[in-house]
C-alpha cells in the first residue's frame, strides 16, 4: 500500500512523471497555474452576492424582531398606563378618607403630597384626565397611544357610587 503524495510534493520532484496511488500520471506545465488559481480564489473571502444575501436575512431578521419588539413595547405601554391610573386613584381614596370629598383636579393630590408631578403623564408623555362625574364619582383617562381622548385606545377608570355612603 502506498502513501498518496501531498501536492507540494507531486510539484517539487523534476520528473516529467509522477505517481499518484501507485499509477503513473503526468504532469502538465498548467498544473501549477491551476493551483495558484485556486488558492488566490480561496482567500479573496465572500463575493458581494453572497454578502447581498446575509444583508437581505440580517434586515428580515431585524424586522421581524422590531415588530415583535414593538407589539410587546405597546402592550407594556398599556399595562403600565393602568398602574399608573390605579395610583392615581388610590390618591384619589386617601384624599377623600381625608376630605370627605374628592379633589377638583389631580394637581391637588401632588400638592397635598399624595402624588409626584411625573404621576399625571402616562406612558406616552400625555397628561391623565380626572373628571369629577358626581360628588362621590370621578372618571380618570389616558389617551391610550394615539394621546387623545375618545378613541379605541383609551385606558380608563370610572368610580360608581356603591349603595349608600
Same mark, same amino acid.
Given at each position: 500500500?502506498? !502513501?498518496?503524495?501531498?501536492? &507540494?510534493?507531486?510539484? &517539487?520532484?523534476?520528473? *516529467?512523471?509522477? =505517481?499518484?496511488?501507485? *499509477?503513473?500520471?503526468?504532469? !502538465?506545465?498548467?498544473?501549477?497555474?491551476?493551483?495558484? *488559481?485556486?488558492?488566490?480564489? =480561496?482567500?479573496? @473571502?465572500?463575493?458581494?452576492?453572497?454578502?447581498?444575501?446575509?444583508? @437581505?436575512?440580517?434586515?428580515?431578521? @431585524? !424586522? =421581524?424582531? *422590531?415588530?415583535?419588539?414593538?407589539?410587546?413595547?405597546?402592550?407594556?405601554?398599556?399595562?403600565? =398606563?393602568?398602574?399608573?391610573?390605579?395610583?392615581?386613584?388610590?390618591?384619589?381614596?386617601?384624599?377623600?378618607?381625608?376630605?370627605?370629598?374628592?379633589?377638583?383636579?389631580?394637581?391637588?393630590?401632588?400638592?397635598?403630597?399624595?402624588?409626584?408631578?411625573?404621576?399625571?403623564?402616562?406612558?406616552?408623555?400625555?397628561?391623565?384626565?380626572?373628571?369629577?362625574?358626581?360628588?362621590? !364619582?370621578?372618571?380618570?383617562?389616558?389617551?391610550?397611544?394615539?394621546?387623545?381622548?375618545?378613541?379605541?385606545?383609551?385606558?380608563?377608570?370610572?368610580?360608581?357610587?356603591?349603595?349608600?355612603?
Amino acid at each position: 500500500m502506498t !502513501t498518496r503524495p501531498e501536492t &507540494a510534493e507531486l510539484l &517539487a520532484t523534476p520528473s *516529467a512523471v509522477d =505517481a499518484i496511488d501507485g *499509477a503513473p500520471v503526468e504532469r !502538465t506545465a498548467a498544473l501549477p497555474e491551476v493551483l495558484r *488559481a485556486m488558492r488566490a480564489n =480561496a482567500r479573496r @473571502g465572500m463575493t458581494l452576492i453572497e454578502i447581498m444575501v446575509v444583508v @437581505g436575512i440580517m434586515a428580515i431578521i @431585524g !424586522t =421581524a424582531l *422590531a415588530f415583535g419588539f414593538m407589539e410587546v413595547f405597546g402592550e407594556n405601554q398599556g399595562k403600565a =398606563a393602568k398602574m399608573q391610573i390605579d395610583t392615581i386613584k388610590m390618591g384619589l381614596d386617601s384624599y377623600y378618607l381625608s376630605h370627605l370629598e374628592y379633589p377638583d383636579s389631580l394637581q391637588t393630590l401632588v400638592d397635598g403630597g399624595k402624588l409626584e408631578e411625573k404621576q399625571l403623564l402616562d406612558p406616552w408623555k400625555q397628561p391623565i384626565v380626572f373628571r369629577l362625574t358626581g360628588p362621590k !364619582t370621578y372618571e380618570i383617562c389616558s389617551g391610550g397611544e394615539d394621546g387623545s381622548i375618545g378613541g379605541q385606545d383609551d385606558i380608563c377608570v370610572v368610580r360608581e357610587p356603591k349603595g349608600n355612603r
